[in-house]
Nanobody, 120 residues
Framework: QVQLVESGGGLVQPGGSLRLSCAAS????????MAWYRQAPGKQRELVAV???????NYADFVKGRFTISRDNAKNTVYLQMNSLKPEDTAVYYC??????????????WGQGTQVTVSS
């Protein structure tokens, strides 16, 4: 069974920074795309950033220039460095991965979510 475990959320003041991490573990053969989504109260889940296995990256317009996604393939881990945080960035942030397990089956996995709160 493959699991995604996130860490790094918390409370930060406007203008501050946080770094989220998400590690995939279990019977993994390879990982294609890894991504971060977020969901604010009363809103739909939205894509924040996605990174392919070859490190091709796309960002949502609302985080361009402030957030940076990266990954360590050796550790099956994806990161999200968040700078210049705004109150509207407050949300539960979810990690997502598209991967092949050891038996060659494609799986789509979500993390449990980590709360990010931006407030003074």
């Amino acid at each position: 069974q493959v699991q995604l475990v996130e860490s790094g959320g918390g409370l930060v003041q406007p203008g501050g920074s946080l770094r989220l991490s998400c590690a995939a573990s279990g019977s993994i053969r390879s990982i294609n795309d890894m991504a971060w989504y977020r969901q604010a109260p009363g809103k739909q889940r939205e894509l924040v950033a996605v990174i392919s296995s070859k490190s091709n990256i796309n960002y949502a317009d609302f985080v361009k220039g402030r957030f940076t996604i990266s990954r360590d393939n050796a550790k099956n881990t994806v990161y999200l460095q968040m700078n210049s945080l705004k109150p509207e960035d407050t949300a539960v942030y979810y990690c997502y991965a598209e991967l092949y397990n050891s038996w060659g089956f494609l799986q789509l996995r979500w993390g449990q979510g980590t709360q990010v709160t931006v407030s003074s």
